[in-house]
T-cell receptor, first 113, second 118 residues
């Protein structure tokens, strides 16, 4: 079945540092890929997505590129802020139209001033 | 952005009792909602897909008689944990599917409900 593996946290960075959170996936067909963010006390929010190979999703300074050859969708940001502290989830939606999401375990990011 | 609420945010109950969790889409209509369960330091696991006006579709291994889902309106789905036991203690999260143009339907998530069964 479908699965998502993302780097385990927690990740602790200083403000303005470069961020990478690795995510790889296993899926049949051609999945769509997502990054969700969960701020403390809030629900998951869609951060960015990509629906086909070589697509780049971007939002709020975060980027991730759908790499079919390496089955990866790594999340990056060039300069993190304290307000980026949250849990980040990588997810995939398998081929078809049932909208079912398979999530990674989540990575806790803490950014210190 | 779209808003999805859950109620209650936390609930503590005694073993053997039933607990109802509500999921509401506040500013859009959702024919499809999803219920997830999250264990500590684990990923979200899809439990079931809730369809307005029809029976829910449960994932393999999820007891439908244990976790009753009712999607009675386009803005409300409920999950009832029947005869709860300590192993049902978990974080339950719902999402609502907001229709969009050109296959851009997006899931919007609620803040979750922490269930503790004593």
């Amino acid at each position: 079945g479908d699965s998502v593996t993302q780097m385990e946290g927690p990740v602790t960075l200083s403000e303005e540092a470069f961020l990478t959170i690795n995510c790889t996936y296993t899926a049949t067909g051609y999945p769509s890929l997502f990054w969700y963010v969960q701020y403390p006390g809030e629900g998951l929010q869609l951060l960015l997505k990509a629906t086909k190979a070589d697509d780049k999703g971007s939002n709020k300074g975060f980027e991730a590129t759908y790499r079919k050859e390496t089955t990866s969708f790594h999340l990056e940001k060039g300069s993190v802020q304290v307000s980026d502290s949250a849990v980040y989830f990588c997810a995939l939606e398998g081929g078809g139209s049932n909208y079912k999401l398979t999530f990674g375990k989540g990575t806790l990011l803490t950014v210190n001033p | 952005g779209a808003v999805v609420s859950q109620h209650p945010s936390r609930v503590i109950c005694k073993s053997g009792t039933s607990v109802k969790i509500e999921c509401r889409s506040l500013d859009f209509q959702a024919t499809t909602m999803f219920w997830y369960r999250q264990f500590p330091k684990q990923s979200l696991m899809l439990m079931a897909t809730s369809n307005e006006g029809s029976k829910a579709t449960y994932e393999q291994g999820v007891e439908k008689d244990k976790f009753l889902i009712n999607h009675a309106s386009l803005t409300l789905s409920t999950l009832t944990v029947t005869s709860a036991h300590p192993e049902d203690s978990s974080f339950y999260i719902c999402s609502a599917l907001r229709p969009g143009p050109s296959s851009t339907d997006t899931q919007y998530f609620g803040p979750g409900t922490r269930l503790t069964v004593l």
